[in-house]
């Protein structure tokens, strides 16, 4: 969900109750660090940006990032870098004398509302969140939202004291959490690496939106989950109003009587027509934005117009009908955060763009597979604007039995069902994301027999699933080939040509099937 414009909305309270108003909590926040997960820090003696990473923190700590994870443990050993008695079972070894940080911050708010909800976008390792001393909640997963409802701690017309614990590495976590999984990865950075935001709102509250493109009739399918707050019924008119991005004329509306009972939450859906709507395309990404109200709360969803899908009998991919040929390389972000130079990089919006914009589109790249950890959602909303087709990969590898059976990683499945639930939920109205990448190089079965098949359902305009080194999970999903010719060549094979990447290499157990291929690892071209 992208909520556009909000804090113009501060000026309008108390006159626009009906209004939601969102408080952006980023910036210079305080930060310390601990070895006990308790008690509450009562001193704070850096500071550090959010969104960011804790590396960036003033002045600095000391082996912020140092931790040996399992998979580069085993890397180790099988190269006789380390003895067979270092292998771990849990997530690694960490080298550093803390096991969390904690962060701080104070903000005012002004009069009562019916609702009042925390956002943390992503944070890694794990959150806890305690409001004016009250513990509000803990929210694992690294790499989707944590949203509390902080209606009954929060301070009105107060000043309030927020504190936010994570974990300083992936050892703090279950087994059963997704931290990520790398080979290759030395170093994990810990830190709120995304936007951090307060809505407050009146009743009934709008908890999601999902808007789902249909070009065949020129109409998009919008889908908000409500809930009432409060303790009596309330009947209130549900208001869907259309307009394009850059404009304010109205293109398309839906106007309907809803009900919700006393703490009753439900979900609506319904149909909006956009006469001769302008498709999302990467040479001309128009996009919409849906305002949707209950009378007590608002929320501005963008989207673009655009349907992607693969089809297996012409190995194609096909973009708002058309035959489409994406073109371009790997994101690997969390790599990134291990470089020391990495600093603030990734959230200076002008050189995002430079990155993911100016330098490929000199060289007529319309596609990246973000892999090896998700990025921050400006981002995503970046590549919306600039016509950006991504494959957006969870943060899963555990190779193909690469150190024998008994070192596989193997995930519980019921943990991965709540994660990708929460994962699609915050990336299901970016236009810019055409393919949900269940994982990078993994074999599991579980992936295409139980996950996948538990959330498909859950995206209303039904983007394709890649599922690496499993087989297919649908009939039409595409599969991924990492040929690595280049490499092959390095080491006296034949010598590389373009023609090569015609026929899959095989290394994928789905390449064979016949089911379309994307050819995004060939290379050391990495981002």
């Known amino acids: 969900m992208r909520i556009i414009g909000a804090l113009a909305l501060l000026a309008c309270l108390p006159l626009c109750a009906a209004e939601r108003t969102t408080i952006s909590l980023n910036g210079e926040w305080q930060i310390t660090d601990s070895k006990a997960p308790t008690p509450l820090p009562t001193k704070f003696d850096h500071t550090t940006p959010v969104p960011g990473l804790a590396h960036s923190s003033t002045p600095a700590f000391p082996d912020v990032d140092q931790f040996d994870s399992r998979q580069v443990i ?37 009069a009562k509302r019916a609702v009042a909800t925390l956002r943390i976008n992503k944070a890694q390792f794990g959150a806890a969140v305690w409001l004016n001393g009250v513990k509000v909640g803990d929210h694992l997963p690294c790499f989707s939202a944590a949203i509390f409802d902080v209606t009954s701690q929060l301070k009105w017309n107060a000043t309030n004291e927020l504190v936010v614990r994570i974990g ?27 936007s951090v935001s ?65 703490g009753e939450e439900k979900t609506f859906t319904h149909t909006v027509k956009i006469p001769d709507a302008k498709l999302w395309w990467p040479e001309d990404p128009q996009l919409y934005v849906v305002e949707s109200s209950t009378g007590g709360d608002s929320v501005s969803t963008r989207f673009g117009m655009r ?81 950006l087709l991504i494959q957006n990969e969870y943060f899963v590898w555990t190779g193909h039995g690469w150190h024998g059976d008994e070192d ?85 094979g034949a010598e590389f040509s373009m023609t090569t990447f015609e026929h899959p290499g095989g290394k994928a157990p789905g390449a064979p099937t016949g089911h379309a291929l994307i050819l995004n690892e060939y290379g050391w071209t990495w981002i």
Not at 104 to 110: E, K, M, N, Q
Not at 169 to 178: I, K, N, R
């Open 74 to 110: 085993q890397n180790r050993v099988s190269k006789g870098m380390l003895p067979k008695s270092a292998l771990v079972r849990n997530a690694g070894v960490s080298h550093q004398a803390r096991d969390y940080f904690w962060y701080h911050r104070s903000f005012d708010v002004g």
């Open 168 to 194: 300083a590495h992936p050892g703090v976590l279950p087994e059963t959490v997704s931290a990520g999984t790398d080979f290759e990865k030395n170093r994990w950075t810990p830190g709120i690496y995304d």
């Open 198 to 262: 307060l809505a407050l709102s009146d009743n009934p509250a709008i908890e999601t939106v999902q808007v789902a493109p249909k070009i065949a009739d020129s109409s998009i399918v919008v889908q908000v989950k409500l809930r009432n707050a409060g303790a009596a019924a309330v009947k209130f008119p549900l208001v869907h109003r259309v307009h394009a991005w850059k404009g304010s004329a109205n293109v398309g509306e839906v106007r309907v009587q809803a009900e919700l009972g006393p």
């Open 307 to 387: 349907e992607i899908r693969f089809d297996t009998p012409t190995k194609r991919a096909y973009l708002n009908g058309r035959v489409y040929f994406l073109r371009g390389s790997n994101v690997t972000l969390h790599r990134f955060f291990e470089d020391p130079k990495s600093g603030t990089l990734p959230w200076n919006e002008a050189w995002v763009r430079k990155l993911l914009v100016d330098i490929p589109k000199q060289m007529r790249w319309n596609a990246f597979r973000f892999c090896i950890g998700p990025v921050p959602d400006q981002w995503l909303d970046i590549a919306d604007e600039a016509g």
């Open 408 to 492: 596989q990683v193997h995930f519980d499945a019921n943990e991965m069902i709540s994660e990708y639930k929460e994962w699609m939920r915050d990336n299901w109205n970016h236009p810019s994301v055409a393919i949900w990448d269940a994982n990078n190089e993994t074999w599991d079965p579980m992936f295409g027999e139980q996950i996948i098949p538990a959330v498909r359902a859950l995206d209303l305009s039904n983007r394709p699933w890649e599922n690496s080194y499993n087989a297919p999970a649908g009939p039409d999903d595409p599969v991924e080939d990492h040929p690595y010719e280049f490499y092959d060549m390095a080491q006296g």
